[in-house]
């Protein structure tokens, strides 16, 4: 086997807390990360030597700054393999977006590589070696929904809550995630947002209320500087959204319909307000 064609999948924050920056530099989350059916193709084709990345999306690094590169390297080293990829990344998830589009890629790149170099490494594995070069990715790997701590890397999955209409608006900015960590205000808050009451919402499947109860702490830092992200959010609502929040470190901001015709109409009223906008299904 030469060739693989792949999927990579976005996802959302249904819910994110910060809860203290630690000694290390990282910061200590507890948040609800659910995969989406937005996607990348990524192309894996066995090479003698070296990596080859190419890609359709101007914004998107070519060299060792691309974190399918950094996927491909660790790999590489924790196996002791030496062999080459061409990869090649048809990018639809918006870039620096806040829907893990880096992460998600990396994460498809080590699954594929698995299976392309035969080296039977587990779920669990894949996982870690994911983590040393990214936080989301060892969700990506994982899939489907689930309550994550740590910076992202102790995962529980949880029931299944697929289906479900999400409508993502872009502004097209990139927003990075440094800055919005650089920003975020931690100290003397009384509040927290209430994750496990959000885990009970999704294993009963329950839609309405897990809309309702949406939250991310990053909110206010990414509104204060771009205000339309209040504004898109407030105009989902308005057209009819169970609940609208932004997805990770932004300024993605999507909402969550029960009613087919309500989301369409959404779209169509926010398409000219924004850069990016696409229908979606939970995975
Ligand atoms: P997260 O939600 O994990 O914070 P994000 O969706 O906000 O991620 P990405 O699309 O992963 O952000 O891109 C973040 C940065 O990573 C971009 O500025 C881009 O230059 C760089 N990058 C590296 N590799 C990739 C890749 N394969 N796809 C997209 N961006 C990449």
Not at 18 to 37: A, C, F, P, S, W
Not at 201 to 212: F, G, Q, S, T
Request: neutral net charge; glycine residues 10%.
């Amino acid at each position: 086997m030469g060739e693989l064609l792949l999927e990579s999948y976005g996802k959302i924050n249904l819910a994110l807390d910060v809860l203290y920056k630690r000694d290390d530099g990282y910061h200590e989350l507890n948040t609800i990360m659910q995969q989406i059916d937005i996607m990348d193709k990524v192309i894996l084709r066995n090479r003698k030597k070296g990596i080859k990345i190419e890609c359709n999306e101007g914004d998107v690094p070519l060299n060792e700054n691309n974190l399918v590169y950094k996927a491909w390297e660790k790999l590489s080293q924790k196996t002791g393999i030496d062999k080459g990829v061409h990869i090649i990344l048809d990018k639809k998830i918006p870039v620096a977006g806040g829907l893990a589009g880096g992460s998600s890629n990396a994460a498809t790149v080590l699954k594929g590589l698995n299976t392309l170099w035969n080296l039977n490494l587990s779920q669990g594995e894949l996982r870690e070696i994911g983590v040393e070069i990214g936080a989301d990715i060892p969700f990506c790997i994982m899939g489907g929904t689930a309550h994550a701590k740590g910076i992202g890397e102790k995962l529980t999955k949880l029931n299944n809550f697929s289906g479900k209409m999400v409508l993502l608006a872009n502004i097209g900015i990139p927003i990075s995630t440094a800055f919005v960590y650089g920003n975020l205000k931690l100290d003397n808050r009384n509040t927290r947002v209430d994750i496990d009451k959000m885990v009970k919402y999704i294993e009963d499947d329950d839609l309405p209320n897990v809309a309702r109860n949406m939250e991310n702490i990053m909110e206010k830092t990414v509104i204060k500087r771009y205000p339309i992200i209040d504004q898109i959010k407030k105009a989902m609502i308005e057209y009819g959204a169970l609940g609208s929040i932004m997805s990770g470190s932004g300024p993605t901001v999507f909402g969550l319909f029960d009613d087919e015709e309500k989301i369409h109409r959404c779209k169509e009223r926010l398409e000219n307000k924004v850069e990016k906008i696409y229908i979606a299904r939970t995975i």
